[in-house]
């Protein structure tokens, strides 16, 4: 059996960081799904490396085909992975790894499981809800009112972290990507 690895976190919890961090010592057995998305490219972003973006007639074709494994509404985009990205990672031996936000992980879960899959959880918390907020903010480029909405969901996804294996506060970058290897390499 397969195992399959999803990690979630709020928003701005410290995901491209922790990833960035963690990537280089487990790249020769695990590798990050390339989830595929209706969403504008953003600066510094690359084509089928930080995602695979399409128009949403496109996203449209990928559903009467029926290759998707589960897709979600993210912040008015959709978020979506293929059996055939999932597939072609386990042909190389390698162990997928989701990088998803919560409301997608108590779909994809079950979609994985039934498929013969065996999926461990990490679920990332922020050090406190101050933390997240400082981390949101400085960030930040849009709207106030984006900004609420934004901070209303990460609070909303928080309310998601009993349904996974592990949970860790993200504090100290190396820390946290330490335990992650961990759980990764069992």
Known sequence: ????????????????????????????????IITTTTRSIREGEIQWVHYHFVTRGEFEDYIHKGN????????????????????????WWKCPLYIIDPQWMVHIRPVLEGKWYMV??????????DELKNRLWGRWTESDDAFQLRYANALIELEDKDYYDYQIVNDD????????LDIIRG
């Open 173 to 180: 970058i190396e820390e946290t990507t330490q335990k992650i």
């Open 1 to 32: 059996m397969n195992t399959v690895f999803i990690i979630s976190w709020p928003s701005w919890v410290g995901k491209t960081t922790i990833w960035h961090s963690a990537e280089s010592m487990c790249s020769e057995f695990v590798e990050k």
């Open 120 to 129: 461990k959880s990490i679920f990332l918390l922020p050090p406190s809800l």
């Open 68 to 91: 998707l494994i589960e897709y979600a509404l993210v912040h008015g985009n959709y978020y979506w992975s293929t059996f055939w990205e999932l597939e072609r990672i386990v042909e």
